[in-house]
T-cell receptor, first 113, second 109 residues
Framework: DTAVSQTPKYLVTQMGNDKSIKCEQN?????MYWYKQDSKKFLKIMFS???????INETVPNRFSPKSPDKAHLNLHINSLELGDSAVYFC????????????FGNGTRLTVT | GIQVEQSPPDLILQEGANSTLRCNFS?????LQWFHQNPWGQLINLFY???GTKQNGRLSATTVATERYSLLYISSSQTTDSGVYFC???????????FGEGTQLTVNP
């Protein structure tokens, strides 16, 4: 199936640990995003990559480091996890060469205990 | 940055009722999408509608870009329509999709 897929779906970990969330899209898109959805359901952009280059970097702690090995993948690595990092993280992609919609993955629910 | 305001924030309906959700935005846009976040947390893309009118079954949407608003119509609502409806836009000069705070819809049987 053509889609944006992210793994894992659920992630439960303790404070201080380091974890990664992976995202892959097979839609041939050149731009990928990470969004964070907090407990109040608000969706906020964190990062965006276009053809492996960082183009959007919101005010996010530098414990969060995105990595794009190729334009089909955008992974999110989080160091020294804190309680406040608990949220749902969504990956998305689009074709930036035309006015096209964003396609979202199903989200990763991160719980830090 | 661009401001996106959705109304109402909460809506409770009886099954079979119709509703209209509104999205106002503060700048010109070249991308506007409506999403439904279902109870399982999935973001379902309902419409890509930077301008004009589209229909998909019981749902339709209209965007009047010159007046900076979009409307989502839900007719003959069903309990499965429950969830949060988000409007999101990309400013004409930008590349990020900015979300409104959503409308929480509850459809009771």
């Amino acid at each position: 199936d053509t889609a944006v897929s992210q793994t894992p779906k659920y992630l439960v970990t303790q404070m201080g640990n380091d974890k990664s969330i992976k995202c892959e899209q097979n839609l041939g898109h050149d731009t990928m995003y990470w969004y964070k959805q907090d407990s109040k359901k608000f969706l906020k952009i964190m990062f965006s990559y276009n053809n492996k280059e960082l183009i959007i970097n919101e005010t996010v702690p530098n414990r969060f480091s995105p990595k794009s090995p190729d334009k089909a993948h955008l992974n999110l690595h989080i160091n020294s996890l804190e309680l406040g990092d608990s949220a749902v993280y969504f990956c998305a992609s689009r074709d930036s060469s035309i006015n096209s919609p964003l396609h979202f993955g199903n989200g990763t629910r991160l719980t830090v205990t | 940055g661009i401001q996106v305001e959705q109304s109402p924030p909460d809506l409770i309906l009886q099954e079979g009722a119709n509703s209209t959700l509104r999205c106002n935005f503060s700048d010109s846009v070249n991308n506007l999408q409506w999403f439904h976040q279902n109870p399982w947390g999935q973001l379902i893309n309902l419409f890509y509608i930077p301008s004009g009118t589209k229909q998909n079954g019981r749902l339709s949407a209209t965007t009047v870009a010159t007046e900076r608003y979009s409307l989502l119509y839900i007719s003959s609502s069903q309990t499965t329509d429950s969830g949060v409806y988000f409007c999101a836009v990309v400013r004409t000069s930008g590349s990020r999709l900015t979300f409104g705070e959503g409308t929480q819809l509850t459809v009771n049987p």
